[in-house]
């Protein structure tokens, strides 16, 4: 089974709601990403967690915050978005941190697709 | 910075078709990968590829990493294979996945 599941698929929200972004892999990676994608640009990278820490932030604004309970599941929390952070928004996992001298594959889930007003 | 670079930036086929996209790197990677972005917003894996050749049915994949490029081959072309063809990138020592713009194709029928 190579399934990252990704719930809610649509996600509205205004500017002052707080929300979460949920992903959920059982492939045992103990990798796993958050990736934002704006419309006709590729995915770029945001968070990385191994084994449960985080390793990798990308100057990505406080207003995004990453969670990772556990090595199955990856949280994203969003609190007083703007407008422009309207995006799908992809999580990922692979079986150990890709480079760094590891190569790993990595797997992708649905998206959620996020409207802030 | 390091640059991936994808061509072309648009693709347009008659269903039947055969087609070759290309991916240039700019540094050594560790991982190489090729997905295909269906119009949901779902990303495909098509192939893991750092380096040599492999085929999966209709399509194939060549990396030579000491020249830096890759090759997705698409024969026969199905209107299903329409979407966005992406190569993403891990350079050697180096954690962050770095993307290319993409190749968007449309297959008529």
């Known amino acids: 089974d190579t399934e990252v599941t990704q719930t809610p698929k649509h996600l509205v929200m205004g500017m002052t709601n707080k929300k979460s972004l949920k992903c959920e892999q059982h492939m045992g990676h103990r990798a796993m990403y958050w990736y934002k994608q704006k419309a006709k640009k590729p995915p770029e990278l945001m968070f990385v967690y191994s084994y449960e820490k985080l390793s990798i932030n990308e100057s990505v604004p406080s207003r995004f915050s990453p969670e990772c309970p556990n090595s199955s599941l990856l949280n994203l929390h969003l609190h007083a978005l703007q407008p422009e952070d309207s995006a799908l928004y992809l999580c990922?996992?692979?079986?150990?941190?890709?480079?760094?001298?590891?190569?790993?594959?990595?797997?992708f889930g649905p998206g959620t697709r996020l409207t802030v007003t | 910075g390091i640059q991936v670079e994808q061509s072309p930036p648009d693709l347009i086929l008659q269903e039947g078709a055969n087609s070759t996209l290309r991916c240039n790197f700019s540094?050594?990677?560790?991982?190489l990968q090729w997905f295909h972005q269906n119009p949901w917003g779902q990303l495909i894996n098509l192939f893991y590829?750092?380096?040599g050749t492999k085929q999966n049915g209709r399509l194939s994949a060549t990396t030579v990493a000491t020249e830096r490029y890759s090759l997705l081959y698409i024969s026969s072309s199905q209107t299903t294979d329409s979407g966005v063809y992406f190569c993403?990138?891990?350079?050697?020592?180096?954690?962050?996945?770095?993307f290319g713009a993409g190749t968007r194709l449309f297959v008529k029928a």
């Open positions: 990922a996992s692979s079986q150990g941190l890709a480079g760094g001298g590891g190569s790993y594959e990595q797997y």
């Open positions: 993403a990138v891990v350079y050697t020592g180096g954690f962050k996945t770095i």
């Open positions: 540094d050594s990677v560790n991982n």
């Open positions: 590829i750092p380096s």
